[in-house]
Nanobody, 127 residues
Framework: QVQLVESGGGLVQAGGSLRLSCAAS????????MGWFRQAPGKEREFVAT????????YYRDSAKGRFTISRDNAKNTVYLQMNSLKPEDTAVYYC????????????????????WGQGTQVTVSS
């Protein structure tokens, strides 16, 4: 069992930055793929970024490329999402997720590949 707790959300002006953190419990955390998703009011939860268990491989949604960076520190059981040049359309609840099942050499970009979810942290970007 893995528990995930997000932090770091808040209110920021357009063009600003935030760093989200996701603290994980559980001895096997370091073997899981990790991801960030977000959900805006009235919209489906959507993929933002993912990182492999080793931290070597990362993948982003198109609108996040060049602005967001996902990273992980397995010694601290923590995954991060550094968000720069934020836009009002980035406003959403951001969720951390852990994928315990191995799907081969593929990016974990869909919700069904993740087994554990955090409660979410609100990010609001004002124009």
């Amino acid at each position: 069992q893995v528990q995930l707790v997000e932090s770091g959300g808040g209110l920021v002006q357009a063009g600003g930055s935030l760093r989200l953190s996701c603290a994980a419990s559980g001895r096997t955390y370091s073997s899981y793929a990790m991801g960030w998703f977000r959900q805006a009011p009235g919209k489906e939860r959507e993929f933002v970024a993912t990182i492999s268990w080793s931290g070597v491989s990362t993948y982003y949604r198109d609108s996040a490329k060049g602005r967001f960076t996902i990273s992980r520190d397995n010694a601290k059981n923590t995954v991060y999402l550094q968000m720069n040049s934020l836009k009002p359309e980035d406003t959403a609840v951001y969720y951390c997720a852990a994928g315990a099942t191995y799907y081969g050499n593929t990016y974990y970009v869909t919700r069904d590949k993740y087994d554990y979810w955090g409660q979410g942290t609100q990010v609001t970007v004002s124009s």
